[in-house]
């Protein structure tokens, strides 16, 4: 199980919420921007965190700047409709994986079988309540049917994936070298 200490669990939660902030309201990487990294924001946030506290506020930082991005950033708020509660799921969705995940989480290979499944069974079910509440009860979709809703789920979700993937793959390679680090300097200290 992964035990960090409330200082590292700051600077994590404070890393994650830099990178909402600077990723939230673009959908899709172009040359001037990243794509949106909240997904794996809140799976990391599970993963990390230990406070259940930053669900809500993750949950809010994220809200706020959808509301910042169409009110003042010339986005449209054409995804801003009651449909938006089931981002509440959805993101718990991805924060309960991580949760999940890190209750299993050794430093060793084994450890990622865990990932897989935990990744996803949250990205899976994310996409679910996020499109499928959009798609079924945004009042956006005059003729809602399970096809052309399924059609939608093969046109979006792997770019979903992919960049979840992207985000949290960088976070394994830090979470390695970190994890690396640290053990070298406790033998040095050892041995020393």
């Known amino acids: 199980m992964l035990t960090l200490s409330t200082r590292n669990q700051i600077a994590i939660g404070l890393l994650l919420a830099a990178l909402m902030i600077a990723t939230r309201s673009h959908h899709f990487a172009t040359v001037h921007n990243l794509a949106d990294a909240s997904w794996a924001v809140f799976f990391l946030a599970g993963f990390y ?104 789920l093969l046109k979006y979700f792997p770019m979903y994936i992919e960049t979840f993937v992207f985000y949290t793959a960088i976070a394994i390679v830090i979470h390695v070298l970190f994890t690396v680090v640290q053990q070298l300097n406790s033998r040095n200290t050892t041995t020393g």
């Open 49 to 152: 965190l230990r406070s259940v506290r930053v669900l809500p506020g993750f949950f809010a930082l994220g809200w706020g700047l959808d509301v910042a991005a169409t009110t003042w950033g010339g986005i449209s708020d054409f995804c801003m409709t009651p449909a938006y509660l089931f981002m509440l799921p959805a993101y718990a969705s991805l924060w309960l994986a991580g949760r999940w995940f890190a209750e299993r989480y050794r430093f060793s290979w084994n450890t990622v079988i865990p990932l897989f499944f935990s990744a996803s069974a949250g990205l899976t079910l994310c996409e679910l309540f996020s499109a499928g509440g959009f798609y079924f009860f945004s009042g956006r979709i005059a003729e809602a049917s399970f096809a052309e809703f399924g059609e939608q």
